[in-house]
């Protein structure tokens, strides 16, 4: 079974609004947790790294301002798309790891989540 | 540049038939190489994951290599089933602070098995 959970799977939005998309980690504690964007035939490109208890983390051309990331417990980030556009328009998918820092942890996935702005 | 680059970009293949994946890198230091299968939709699944020390690594059908002299990495599957259609990602980790390292993703190839 998913031992990352993200939902929704699938949400509509108008232009101009927000959404937030939930991940959770079940049946583990994840201090980090990362959150990546994929266009239909690309690869997953990371947004961010979110930190439990402090500020996430931005890769270089990510708006923080636009993309807000709470990790507010061990087992729980979000992704808030604030003024959300056609363009933010994508699938949107986060993981955690579980083990200790060092080598060969695994990372999970969640099921990802398809956002559509209209 | 660390950089994750591999081939082909798309396979077809008939039921039952094997099929080997290729995934060059040059991600620098090295910690661990990752393969995942990722359903149309879906988020991805792990399937096998190599240190440095490790040549071969097998999860059911699914074989994985790593030569880290050359810094090449092979998925072979096996007796190809449908469900095997999906996109294979190679991603490797580079070492780094915190518990994962910064991950640097392969663009995936595609499999399509047809019956």
């Known amino acids: 079974g998913a031992v990352v959970s993200q939902h929704p799977s699938r949400v509509i939005c108008k232009s101009g609004t927000s959404v937030k998309i939930e991940c959770r980690s079940l049946d583990f504690q994840a201090t980090t947790m990362f959150w990546y964007r994929q266009f239909p035939k690309q690869s997953l490109m990371l947004m961010a790294t979110s930190n439990e208890g402090s500020k996430a983390t931005y890769e270089q051309g990510v708006e923080k301002d636009k993309f807000l990331i709470n990790h507010a417990s061990l087992t729980l980030s979000t992704l808030t798309v604030t003024s959300a556009h056609p363009e933010d328009s994508s699938f949107y998918i986060c993981s955690a790891s579980s083990g200790l820092r060092g080598r060969g942890n695994t990372i999970y996935f969640g099921e990802g989540s398809w956002l559509t702005v209209v | 540049k660390n950089q994750v680059e591999q081939s082909p970009q798309s396979l077809i293949i008939l039921e039952g038939k094997n099929c080997t994946l290729q995934?060059?890198?040059?991600?620098?230091?090295?910690?661990?190489l990752r393969w995942y299968k990722q359903d149309t939709g879906r988020g991805p699944v792990s399937l096998t994951i190599m240190t440095f020390s490790e040549n071969t690594k097998s999860n059911g059908r699914y074989t994985a290599t790593l030569d880290a002299d050359t810094k090449q990495s092979s998925l072979h599957i096996t007796a190809s089933q449908l469900s095997d259609s999906a996109s294979y990602i190679c991603v490797v980790s580079a070492r780094g602070s915190g518990n994962t390292g910064k991950l640097i993703f392969g663009q995936g190839t595609t499999l399509q098995v047809k019956p």
């Open positions: 995934c060059n890198y040059t991600v620098s230091p090295f910690s661990n």
